[in-house]
């Protein structure tokens, strides 16, 4: 079922010695099945600003809130994580993240 992988990525913040904040990143690695955005949602999402490019669709087990996701090459933001319990799955829709990281 599950046919490619792509690394999740938790961002949490903390301060160094100068009182900056900084970013701490915890990765790890998951399987994955890629599909298409369907249309109405990719619609209803533009309405609101959001320009989602893929859904990662994952064992439920392996997803614990991460923010970020990084799959064939491009980095993504999360939108929306919506769980499936009858495929014991998680459905994860991604919009491709900007260089200024938005």
């Known amino acids: ?3 490619s992988v792509a690394t999740l990525r938790k961002v949490t913040y ?3 010695a100068a009182l900056n904040q ?3 990143y915890e990765d790890r690695q998951v399987f994955v099945k890629p599909r298409s955005v369907y249309s ?12 989602p490019s893929v859904v990662l669709v994952l064992f439920a087990g392996d997803y614990d809130g991460e923010n970020v996701a990084l799959y064939e ?6 939108l929306r994580a919506y769980h499936r319990p009858e495929k ?3 459905e994860l829709t991604l919009e491709e993240r900007t260089e200024n990281g938005a």
């Open 40 to 51: 109405n949602d990719f619609y209803q999402a533009a309405q609101s600003g959001l320009k």
């Open 14 to 16: 903390t301060q160094d």
């Open 73 to 78: 090459g491009k980095e993504y933001t999360v």
């Open 88 to 90: 014991d799955a998680v």
């Open 1 to 3: 079922m599950y046919e």
């Open 22 to 24: 900084v970013a701490v």
